[in-house]
Nanobody, 120 residues
Framework: QVQLVESGGGLVQPGGSLTLSCAAS????????MGWHRQAPGKQRELVAY???????TYADSVKGRFTISRDNAKNTVYLQMNSLKPEDTAVYYC??????????????WGQGTQVTVSS
């Protein structure tokens, strides 16, 4: 079994910062990508940022210059450092990973989501 567990969400004031973490655990053979998506009520889930273990990183235009994604490959953990937060960043943030697990081909895995609320 593979599980993604997010942490770090919460309430923050506009202009503040927050760091999200997502740790993958289980019968992992290889993690191809890890990243973050977000979804607000009534809206479609959208890409925030993702990257391979080594290689290029993709950010949504709305977060470029404010958010930074990083990985600790030894811990199978991905982080999202969010700075200069805006009310429009309010959403449920979901960790996503493409993982090859024991006895299973590579496939998408999703965390349960963590709420980020930016409000004064």
């Amino acid at each position: 079994q593979v599980q993604l567990v997010e942490s770090g969400g919460g309430l923050v004031q506009p202009g503040g910062s927050l760091t999200l973490s997502c740790a993958a655990s289980g019968s992992i053979i290889s993690i191809y990508t890890m990243g973050w998506h977000r979804q607000a009520p009534g809206k479609q889930r959208e890409l925030v940022a993702y990257g391979a273990s080594v290689g290029s990183i993709t950010y949504a235009d709305s977060v470029k210059g404010r958010f930074t994604i990083s990985r600790d490959n030894a811990k199978n953990t991905v982080y999202l450092q969010m700075n200069s937060l805006k009310p429009e960043d309010t959403a449920v943030y979901y960790c996503k990973a493409v993982i090859g697990a024991r006895a299973r081909p590579p496939q998408d895995y999703w965390g349960q989501g963590t709420q980020v609320t930016v409000s004064s």
